[in-house]
């Protein structure tokens, strides 16, 4: 028998516990063991609990229980979910997480450590949610040189933008409602500003290009700007607005990444993208594109994820997966300033104005715009030469277009 020790028992935990009780046969044929939940620790109490579990409130139960081979950490941020991850490695136990926050900040260490004690650290549900990605990258595409990663890594602000798309909704009330299905962070601030995203995309780089990337390395940039406005002339313009996040590895080795809105062409593949779901596209040198698909956020999507990680520890016990990465620093990456995109631009000015400042420019319309204001979408720049462009201008907003 695998016993396991879930940490916290929100969104994603109780998700975990449930799926195991749900499918322990299935799962005790994948993982040739039975599987069981022997604790769960969480600051709240949960009396109507199903599944009869132990809830402790006291950590050291798990961490001294010998018989805990494998712990979920499901806490979430940087505080309790470090502290008792790095007890648990320290304890010889296996640790599988969603706590892409972890990862991101510290998950060379954490690797490092795991890799030391010839334990597991794995967190498939990381990234994407339910979608895998992280074996497919580490694993299945391991023949490529990857150059670039990037695609729709949050599932709670895609759902925002669909919904003030589709339904007409206020950015106010498409996030109350995403709260509600538990897709959001703690902090939605995480979700809207792109710090959830950042940390995806920071995983994502180091899973494709060898070495860690720290947050603090990728401008970031969320959903807060984008009014109905900017929507309704990318439609104009037969695009949609999708928050990315985008990682390269440029000749010289350096990687480039960043989180920021973009308008991606109708038709696309990650304007299909909708609601909670995730697109995440690898390019790589054999593979070409390959694109990766499915619910982002959520219960029981993430669950899958987790749960998978769970079968995959208790069938490698003593066995190190492939996770593994190099350490990060200040040479690892580049500022992603440097990377040119065509540009959305919406101004006050005339089109004869914006012309001058940005030269070759297509024009976008909408049936509302107020006298005096334009949009267009302009040739490629890189960030900082754009920011030099149209001084003289009144620039009201600034949005990447892909493709
Ligand atoms: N929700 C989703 O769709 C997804 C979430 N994730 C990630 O999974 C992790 C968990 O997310 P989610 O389940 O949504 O978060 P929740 O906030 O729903 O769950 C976390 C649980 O842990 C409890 N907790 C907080 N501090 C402690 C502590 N010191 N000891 C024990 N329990 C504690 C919380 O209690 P309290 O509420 O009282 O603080 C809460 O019950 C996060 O890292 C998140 O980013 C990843 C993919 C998808
Ligand atoms: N808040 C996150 C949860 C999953 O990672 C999201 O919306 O994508």
Known sequence: MVNVAILGYGVVGSGVAEVIHKNANHISEKAANEITVKYVLDVRDFPDAPFGMRFVKDFSIIENDPEVQVVVETIGGTGAALEFTKRCLAAGKNVVTSNKELVAEYGYELLHMARERNLNYLFEASVGGGIPIIRPISQCLAANELNEVY????????????????????????????????????????DIEGYDACRKICILSALSFGSHVYPRQVATEGISKITLRDVGY???????????GRAVRLPDGKISAYVAPHLVPDGSSLSNVEDVFNGIVVK???????MFYGRGAGKFPTASAVVADVIDAAKHFKARKYLDWLPGGDDVTVDSAILPTRWYIRANATQEQAG???????????????????????AEFNKREIETRGTDLDILARIRVLG
Do not use: C, H, W
């Open 234 to 244: 990318a439609e104009s313009g037969k695009r949609k607005i999708k928050l990315l």
């Open 284 to 290: 790589g040198d054999a593979i070409g594109d390959v």
């Open 356 to 378: 001058n400042s940005f030269g070759e420019i297509e024009m976008l319309r909408s049936p509302d715009a107020p006298a005096g204001e334009i949009a267009f979408l302009t």
């Open 151 to 190: 695609g729709i890594l949050n599932g709670t602000t895609n759902y925002i933008l669909t919904r003030m798309v589709r339904a007409g909704l206020t950015f106010q009330d498409a996030l109350r409602e995403a709260q509600a299905k538990g897709y959001a962070e703690k902090d939605p601030t995480a």
